[in-house]
């Protein structure tokens, strides 16, 4: 993977074809009350090719996941999110984590849902909460560097921020009129404020 | 109904709890997934006990509704919600609704899942759409006011407003250390920025 922000789409091949399509059942249907005859019924294909490409349902869950928090670490490990001031990095994280949301919307959005009834369930949660913990530290750094205010309590930041990011998936779409700027709009509203003074 | 934000606890009569223990099912279960036979082994009394006081299951979920949608319009009633300049009064707003979903915790929690798939849950959609449509229309104002940055789409700031206020049920629970003054805190978030510069 090079960008997590600027990741090509892959052509729409057989595999990430079925992918997508059980993401988007798995989204409408609730991944319990999803059965491989609803998703190969979706894709148009066969149950047996289905399980050509897929060894099942947990499998298909276990791979969008996947996607969806190699894009999450993908933006702690850019190289700008690992050097400079803790507020300066937050900046990065906080624009290229929109950044994979907007990219990454289905797959995201998947993840926000997941509440930890299967194995693969309980460790996309792990995986969520170690990826909440890093952005927790860089606002405890930043408020210990003098960058951010020292009057915010660093964990309830660092969940108003999860928070106002994550609620995202709740109303953009590609293409959404007035979002071409999300990523820095998100950032400003974080260090400025969404409905700030002039 | 007086304040909805200091409202008082009614009595845990019958009706009340069995609404209580209605909701949690629905939010545990899914509503969709819910029978009157899981809520009344859930209530510990006979299914004609519980129709007694409510007419099924989609009663349970418009009684459960209501109380949050009340808790919501009721916050655009308050005097100080009513009068001032417009940031001001959206300082009201934003304490207020936080507080009403402390207050309301699993009815506001029902409320921002639901889907629209019966007429209830279309009709609380449409009750959504109209509060955030009221808030949409103040930030506006303040943005011709000139008591808000006009660098800051109206449509988008209220967006990222909601989603910051209603991403709390993720998270909150009553009592949870470091939540005593989150109203204020979220208002100061909102205005300041979350992780705002020194």
Chains 1, 2 share one sequence.
Not at 96 to 113: I, K
Not at 128 to 133: G, H, I, T
Not at 192 to 198: C, F, K, N, T, Y
């Amino acid at each position: 993977m090079s960008s997590p922000v600027k990741r090509a789409r892959r052509p729409s091949g057989g595999r990430d074809a079925l992918l997508e399509t059980a993401v988007g059942e798995f989204i409408d249907r609730g991944y319990d009350a999803t059965s491989m005859e609803d998703l190969s019924r979706a894709a148009g294909i066969t149950k047996s090719s289905f399980y050509h490409h897929f060894a099942g349902k947990e499998a298909l869950l276990r791979a969008a996941l996947e996607r969806a928090v190699d894009g999450l670490f993908g933006v702690l490990d850019l190289p700008e999110a690992r050097t400079g001031s803790p507020a300066d990095r937050l900046r990065v994280i906080v624009a290229a984590q929109v950044g994979v949301l907007m990219a990454e919307l289905p797959y995201v959005t998947l993840l926000l849902r997941v509440r930890g009834n299967t194995e693969t369930e309980r460790w996309a949660l792990e995986r969520r909460r170690a990826f909440d913990a890093a952005v927790r530290a860089l606002v405890r750094d930043a408020v210990d560097a003098g960058e951010v205010r020292s009057d915010v309590d660093p964990a309830l930041a660092a969940r108003l921020l999860s928070g106002t990011i994550n609620s995202i998936v709740e109303w953009y779409r590609p293409g959404r009129p007035g979002t071409a700027t999300l990523p820095e709009d998100v950032v400003r509203a974080a260090f400025s404020g969404i409905v700030p003074a002039p």
